[in-house]
């Protein structure tokens, strides 16, 4: 979690998501509210690889019923949740 | 009787105006009966006549899935025009490529793709208006809309051509109501359907869903939520589906990756599998799972409206490596270089005759007359027949590989590798070699939880195959990359 450590859990996701979704482009921009969902950022297979990405860098388990919108639909719901997840550990 | 797209809805919500068309999944979930959706579909054709759009001319279709996207693509049908589904993954670029080999005239997009529609718009001179939301139910009520023939184009569809350029594919109201037709008569869609959708609607397969749906009264179930595949499972549920459709790789996250396998799902009937090569034993994975639900497999190609053939569900446990044989209505044959017949389990080209071959390429009639020769569709693809008639693919065009000058089909080497129970998903794309100008490389995906051993597999390629169709490598994966389709990426995997 070394990149997660540095950055903060959020600019950690979101470097990854800008690096593997927007394609590392220059002006690529997200919010910390935008939903993945809506704004098309992040497919069926980009929510599978962002969950194995979590879960190597933050040592956390995600089970697949928590791969839901409330959880995972903006950076926002995201850290919320990874923060749940480290608490309860 | 004169046959047309809009014809066919409006005869569906005459026959039964409160039957559910559409319903797009989600929350909240929004649901449109065939009387509100044919109200909608003038809606748009008059506003587009109104707009001043002519007879012929072509109207793209940049947006998501919504009942407003297939409302919008029965106006242009109504409105006289030519429907241009585009792939909103695509680059403006590309898309403005596309735009201006067939000339748009009108852009519709809805409120996420607006920003691209517009400067869409602003690269290509021919687009005239930008329409962006649905108009007052009704405005401009007494306009005039000009006579359909059935012959007449309804649709370009750009083929995602991985070795050339793009092509439009040009279908007629005929081509494509027929085929929607056989598609509705050989899987028993009636009126008491209700098909969950997860394919775009610009993807032919997407498309062919729809209308299929829509010429048999039954309800489309649009579900944009596949980023979310456990949301999928439970919609499936909860709209209680009779119908699902995907390519390989909805069906292996599907499985694999939520909790469709555990659950009752006593209102569906079918699942639909067209788009790619299904390895066999995810195909037997769903069918264990679901032992009383019927799997359709099928093939197709764009330029065939697109269905060609489909396995009858009794023979999918037995052969699921096969797909089928010709639709209703269609005449397919295996030939060999010389244009003859070939006999049982021998290779050769397939070759397709129905109502549903396109017209042609648009504006390319030097690759239509390649295409389509005495209407007869030549697909490209290779296959050989059983004794009962029944089609197994051996190779696409388009996928061939060219290893020290022999042409080598990479499906060969794959089904090798899904041969063994811990891989999930292969495919074998070309490398440059300085000694064979291109050598094999295979990328594997595990089963969630178990572990690929790469060299077991070479063994395994070693022992069954001669030695230039052995892979030079074996990269392992978490997960192969996947296109706006769901299909697997070739072209990604050939730059790692």
Redesign the interface.
Same mark, same amino acid.
């Given at each position: 979690m070394n990149d997660a450590k540095k950055l903060g859990i959020k600019d950690e996701l979101k470097k990854f998501i800008i690096n593997n979704y927007l394609l590392g482009a220059k002006n690529a921009k997200i919010s910390d509210d935008d939903s993945?969902? %809506? %704004? /098309?950022i992040?497919?069926?297979? /980009?929510?599978? %690889?962002l969950t194995?990405h979590i879960q190597r860098t933050c040592g956390i388990k995600i089970h697949?019923?928590e791969?839901?919108?409330q959880n995972?639909d903006t950076l926002n719901n995201l850290e919320k949740y990874i923060n749940r997840k480290l608490h309860s550990k | 009787m004169t046959d047309s797209l809009h014809g066919m809805i409006q005869r569906s919500a005459k026959r039964s105006p409160r039957a559910i068309a559409l319903v797009e999944a989600g929350a909240p979930s929004r649901a449109f009966t065939y009387s509100e959706f044919g109200a909608l579909v003038d809606a748009f054709a008059r506003d587009l006549i109104k707009r001043g759009l002519r007879k012929a001319e072509r109207v793209g279709i940049l947006a998501r899935n919504s009942i407003e996207w297939a409302a919008f693509y029965l106006a242009v049908s109504k409105a006289g025009g030519i429907s241009v589904p585009l792939n909103y993954t695509l680059q403006v670029s590309d898309l403005a490529e596309e735009a201006r080999d067939c000339g748009i005239a009108a852009l519709y997009s809805d409120k996420s793709l607006s920003k691209k529609a517009h400067k869409l718009a602003g690269r290509v001179s021919s687009i005239r208006f930008v329409v962006n939301c649905a108009p007052e139910a009704d405005s401009h009520k007494g306009v005039k809309f000009p006579k359909v023939k059935e012959g007449d184009p309804a649709s370009i569809i750009y083929t995602a051509g991985t070795t050339r350029k793009p092509l439009g594919v040009v279908l007629t109201h005929k081509n494509l109501l027929s085929n929607s037709r056989a598609v509705s008569e050989y899987s028993g869609l009636s009126r008491r359907d209700r098909t969950c959708c997860v394919l775009p609607f610009y993807y032919i397969y997407g498309l062919s869903l729809l209308l299929s749906n829509l010429s048999a009264g039954a309800s489309v179930i649009i579900d944009n939520r596949f980023m979310y595949p456990n949301l999928i499972a439970d919609g499936i549920k909860r709209y209680r589906a009779t119908g699902f459709a995907g390519v390989p790789s909805h069906y292996a996250i599907l499985l694999y990756r939520t909790a469709l396998r555990k659950k009752k799902l006593p209102d569906l009937r079918y699942f639909m599998q067209a788009g790619d090569a299904m390895p066999p034993r995810l195909i037997l994975t769903l069918a264990k799972a679901f032992p009383r639900k019927k799997i359709y497999l099928m093939y197709g190609q764009t330029e065939a409206g697109p269905r060609i053939s489909y396995l009858s569900p009794d023979k999918v446990r037995d052969k699921p490596d096969s797909v089928g044989s010709a639709i209703p209505g269609a005449k397919v044959r295996v030939v060999d270089e010389s244009g003859d017949d070939c006999g049982l389990k021998r290779a050769g080209e397939i070759l397709v005759a129905s109502s549903g071959v396109m017209k042609g390429y648009w504006n390319n009639p030097v690759e239509t007359k390649k295409a389509v020769k005495g209407g007869w569709l030549h697909t490209g693809d290779i296959a050989f027949r059983d004794g009962e008639g029944d089609l197994f693919i051996v190779g696409r065009e388009k996928n061939f590989l060219k290893v020290a000058g022999r042409r080598i089909s990479p499906l060969e080497i794959e089904r090798i590798a899904e041969d063994d129970p811990s891989v999930l998903e292969a495919a074998c794309v070309g490398a440059k070699d300085k000694l064979s100008g291109q050598k094999t490389k295979l990328f594997v995906s595990p089963v969630p939880g178990k572990k690929i051993d790469a060299n077991r597999m070479m063994k395994a390629c070693k022992e069954k195959l001669p030695p230039y169709m052995v892979p030079s490598k074996i990269v392992i994966m978490e997960s192969l990359p996947k296109s706006s389709l769901g299909k697997i990426n070739r072209k990604e995997l050939e730059s790692i």
């Open positions: 993945f969902l %809506e %704004e /098309g992040i497919d069926s297979i /980009g929510v599978i %690889e194995n697949v019923a791969i839901v919108p995972f | -």
